[in-house]
């Protein structure tokens, strides 16, 4: 009889540990940023995957579609699980991290034969294979990375109960991070980073650093919120919005990295401004963020939140 038991631990937004009371071999806990499955996946994306599995193994992993296509491992942490308020104990896991092959056939409604495309993704562990995992596979999944991403910080950051949310990787020109002690400025051109969004021209190779920053084959829109806190929104086309990003390509010398560049569109008046962290208690109703920025396509977007210096206070004209 197996017992699952949730716990709070952070990749993409997402992710679960699996408790077992009797374990017979590797298991694939959970992947991604949502749930439930099935899991989509898209042409050469960094993907983490929870595994039931000791420490100190030897993983290799293959992405079926019609054959198996074997998958690089990027990196294996192992999880220290905290499952906070579960009485039961969390067996030891191990996140891998891998890249979804560019090979894979995908829906593509753009495409001169669109098709309805899946796969299944399994891992082998000590010589034991997983069962196979069916997924949909898309020609874009965007996440933007977070600071909290096991691709970022490895398997060593706590889950949070409290405060600021984890920290997009949007950056200022000289690499310092957008935060409410530097926020981006009106016109300012900032570079967020991500993962997943598809293949470019010329195309990239599977598991080798991009050799040069290359566009991406998907046309990506964008939209601005100036919201306190707000969550990200599918963009409406650029016909409609005015935005589109300055670029959207892969990141030059990277495995499965894209940048998106764009400019800090004007605040509209009034905007209040973000609440540094150290003036914030737990749980707090605060400004966070004043901004969220979303990127998407056909198939998927994601945003984030930072934070953008006010304008100038206008007084109103004089009678």
Known sequence: MRSHILCLAFFFAFS???????????????????????????PGQLLTFFLQSPAGSDVS?????????PMPVVRVDSVPLD?????????????VTVQIPFGILAVCNICANPLESGGSIAMT??????????????QDRVHIVTACDVLV??????????????TPTIMHADGTLVSPS???????????????????????????????????????????????????????????????????GATKGFVGLYQINFIVPPPPPGLLPCVLSSATLINGNVVQSNLT??????????????????GPVVDPPSA
């Open 182 to 248: 530097q926020p981006a400025q009106s016109g300012e051109e900032l570079v967020a980073y991500a993962t997943g969004l598809g293949q470019t021209n010329p195309p990239l190779t599977t598991g080798e650093p991009a050799a040069a920053s290359s566009p991406t084959v998907t046309t990506f829109q964008l939209d601005f919120n100036f919201h306190p806190n707000a969550l990200a929104a599918k963009p409406l086309p650029a016909s409609v919005t005015g935005f589109s990003p300055v670029f959207t």
């Open 293 to 310: 920025v979303s990127i998407g396509s056909v198939f998927s977007f994601d945003g984030a939140g930072i934070c953008v210096q006010p």
């Open 16 to 42: 679960a540990c699996w408790a077992q009371n009797s374990f017979a071999g590797p298991v694939l806990g959970s992947a991604g940023y949502s749930n439930p499955f099935p899991l989509s996946v898209a």
């Open 61 to 69: 992993a293959v992405f079926w579609n019609g054959a198996d296509q």
């Open 83 to 95: 499952c906070r308020g579960v009485t039961s104990t969390c067996a030891q896991e191990l996140a």
């Open 153 to 166: 910080a490895g398997a060593s950051i706590p889950p949070s109960f409290g405060g600021f949310p984890c």
């Open 125 to 138: 562990v000590n010589g034991v294979k997983t069962p196979y995992l069916a997924v949909q596979t898309l």
